[in-house]
């Protein structure tokens, strides 16, 4: 949240705003290799919205109890569910820099507006047709597996104003990805000391953690799905999945390294793409004989570790020659 002119902080807001919309704008993606993802009917288009708002205007609020310009967060529920029927758009992103726009329209008090929106999967059912199976398109069954989501921050005046607002700072997000890759996986060679109890892997069942978010160039390419140049989050987890799936990785930061390159070839429109994985790798009770043998793991102790990474393009170019200098040894 951006500060007062004081560099004092002021935010208030309404949190857990769940709009259930029906029958927005189908969206449609272009195809890349690594997913059968090419769009979505957006029948249900629902969202759990995080708002605030921030004003030189509200300080008094805070330091005299002076309500007069208070927008109660009541209202500020009220406007999002309202406002969220005339939306024509078909992205998560388009749908939040409308309700920020619009509410800076409305309330020009109100200096800049952070919102966060986190989509609510549904999933179309299948139901007998007359020539087979079909999708049903009324009847949808809630995922509780990953879920995408972002982050805009609008400040009165900005560069790309529209109604009055700019866009100062964005997030895409794919959260909760977890994924177990059964054998493929190593871990070894790492500093050993007078503390180190963990034994050489080289060949473990890897269980992860991912949340995974990027950044565009231009972040009005986010806002409408039909320019061709959006990114479905659908897509960046089927590029992670065909990562995992292709690599022998010796570490969990050279497997989100990967992914990361594969993201940024694939689409150029993006600027940057990070990482935030857990490694909930399962403890082994029975050792594979091979990796294809049986065998029995349990959940692992609770202390976990973690790894946070990074890249812009600037990491494509050193990539490149460095293969180049291989290729050539």
């Known amino acids: 949240m951006l500060k007062l002119n004081s560099g004092r902080m002021l935010y208030y807001g309404k ?8 029958y927005a704008k189908p969206l449609r993606a272009a195809v890349i290799p690594e997913s059968s993802y090419t769009g979505d009917g957006n029948v249900i288009f629902a969202h759990n919205v995080h708002f605030s708002v921030s004003g030189e205007s509200l300080l008094s609020s805070f330091l005299a109890g002076d309500n007069s310009q208070v927008i109660a967060t009541d209202s500020m529920k009220n406007f999002i569910l309202r406002e969220a029927a005339s939306f024509e758009g078909d992205t998560t992103e388009g749908f939040l820099a409308y309700i920020g726009d619009r509410f800076m329209a409305k309330y020009p008090h109100i200096d800049a507006v952070v919102i966060r929106g986190d989509r ?5 059912l299948q139901v007998a047709g007359a020539e087979g199976l079909e ?29 009055g607002a700019g866009f100062v700072s964005h997030k895409c997000v794919l959260s909760d990805l977890q994924l177990i890759k059964v054998s493929g996986s190593s871990f070894y060679g790492f500093v050993r000391d007078e503390y180190t109890t963990l034994p050489d892997s080289y060949d473990r069942p890897l269980f992860i953690f991912l949340n995974l978010f990027w950044r565009y160039a231009d972040v009005r390419e986010a806002l409408d799905g039909s320019s061709g140049r ?22 969990i930061q050279f497997l989100i390294y990967r992914i990361g390159l594969r993201v940024m070839e694939r689409f150029p429109q993006l600027a940057e793409i990070g990482f935030e994985s857990n490694n909930r790798t399962w403890e082994t009770v029975v050792e594979p004989a ?40």
């Open 290 to 329: 091979d990796g294809e043998s049986p065998g029995v793991f349990t959940e692992p102790r609770p202390p976990y570790g973690f790894q946070g990474f990074t890249m812009t393009r600037a990491d494509l170019p050193a990539v490149a020659e460095e293969l180049k200098a291989e290729a050539s040894a």
């Open 135 to 163: 999708e049903s398109g009324l009847v949808y069954r809630r995922s509780h597996n990953d879920r995408a989501g972002a982050m805009l921050e609008l400040v009165r005046g900005g560069e790309e104003a529209g109604a």
């Open 15 to 22: 949190g857990d705003v769940n709009v259930y919309r029906t």
């Open 120 to 124: 609510i999967p549904f999933q179309p």
């Open 230 to 251: 959006y990114v479905p989050a659908e897509q960046i987890r089927d590029i992670a999945h065909n990562v995992f799936h292709e690599n022998k990785s010796p570490s």
